[in-house]
Each structure stands twice: as C-alpha cells, then as structure tokens.
C-alpha cells in the first residue's frame, strides 16, 4: 500500500472560487476525524469544508462528506482520487470559498478532484513495504569489516549498539529474511548471531 509523504496545502482557483486542499496522514478512523474536526474549527468561515479518508491495512476503511454540495459533486470524487492512486493512512480536507460563480456539478466534481490530486503531486507518495528488524551481533573483533560489508550489502544498519560485543539492527524486507540471515553467517564464517524483531514497514518515495 501507500501513503501521502508528508502532510501539506495547495490552493486551485476555478472560475474565483477557491479550493484550498489539505492532506494529513492519519493512522485510523480516529485520526482522520479528530483532523477533520480540527480544520473545520480553523476554516468556519469557508463555504464548504468537503473530506475524504482512508484508512486500514489495506484502505479497507473509507468515508467522504459533500459538507452542503450537491450530493456526490465534492467528497465522492475527493475519495476516489485517493482510492485510485492505491493510498492509505490519508486524510484530505478540501475548503471551498465560494467566488460568486457556480459551477455546476460537473464543475464541481472536477475542481474537487483536481484539488486532491494536485496536492498528492505536491506532497509525494510513498510505498509502504513491510519488514523486520533483525539484530545482529558481533564480536568487536569483527564489528569495523562486518558494519562495512553491510553498507557495502545495501543493508544500512540503524541503531548500532557498543557492549560486550556489537549489535546492530537492519530493517530486512520480508521476502529477504532468509537471505539476509544466511548472507550474515557466511559474511562472518558463522560467528555472528541473528534476532528478528517486531514487523513494520519502510517508505520509499514513488517516482
């Protein structure tokens, strides 16, 4: 799955109206909500503040609001944007002043959509790929070729820890474990040690 980069706003004006997009990455239903809430307290004076979420593992979580817009014109097309681009753990709030002009529903279904995208192009996507932390240690005798031979690996070792021998700890894709675990033994003629961790996931930026 994947999620927004970082949080951010990007304004569109169609026709003197403006819509002002903000996206916020939020963990589940509470999240998003208490986002939703708070911008809306920010922004009262606007026409119309329009939102749209999804949540979940695997964004099975989704909800949307047209905040008194013709029904299906704002937050219908403001979820599907996030849907289609595959994301989760996001949150988009579209704040609408109104410039004297109407747009109609088409129009409206448009802008709503273009706001959304627009500011996913602003702030990135990132691919949330699952891994485990897996420690491993040591002797200090071979600690400086060993952290080397990681780095040379592709394996970036995180915290590193200095006692009675050298433990570090690598963040390993899950279809990688077993390699990784049989690359560290032959890397130190079977004298280093392995220990995986809790799951969880990394980011990497989606071109």
Not at 18 to 33: P, Q, W, Y
Not at 87 to 101: D, E, I, K, M, S
Not at 131 to 149: Q, S
Not at 159 to 183: I, K, N, Q, S
């Amino acid at each position: 799955m994947r999620t927004i980069g970082q949080g951010g706003s990007v304004e569109l004006e169609v026709r003197r109206s403006r819509f002002v997009c903000t996206l916020a990455r939020a963990a589940d239903e509470a999240e998003a909500a208490a986002f939703i809430a708070g911008h809306r307290r920010e922004h009262r004076d606007a026409t119309h503040n329009c939102t749209a979420y999804v949540v979940g593992e695997h964004g099975e979580i989704t909800k949307s609001s047209d905040d008194g817009e013709p029904a299906g014109t704002a937050g219908i097309p403001m979820l599907e944007v996030l849907v289609r681009r595959g994301l989760t753990g996001t949150a988009a709030v579209v704040t609408r002043y109104f410039g004297g002009v109407k747009l109609g529903a088409g129009g409206l279904v448009r802008a709503y959509g273009q706001a959304v995208s627009g500011a996913l192009d602003a702030v990135g996507v990132v691919e949330l790929r699952p891994v485990v932390t897996v420690t491993v240690g040591v002797d200090h005798a071979l600690a400086g070729r060993f952290l080397g031979d990681l780095h040379a690996s592709g394996h970036q070792p995180g915290h590193v820890r200095y006692g009675t021998g050298v433990e570090a700890d690598v963040a390993v894709p899950v279809p990688e474990l077993e390699a990784f675990e049989a690359w560290a033994a032959q890397a130190t003629a079977g004298r280093a040690w392995t220990r995986r961790g809790a799951p969880g996931h990394i980011e990497v930026p989606v071109r």
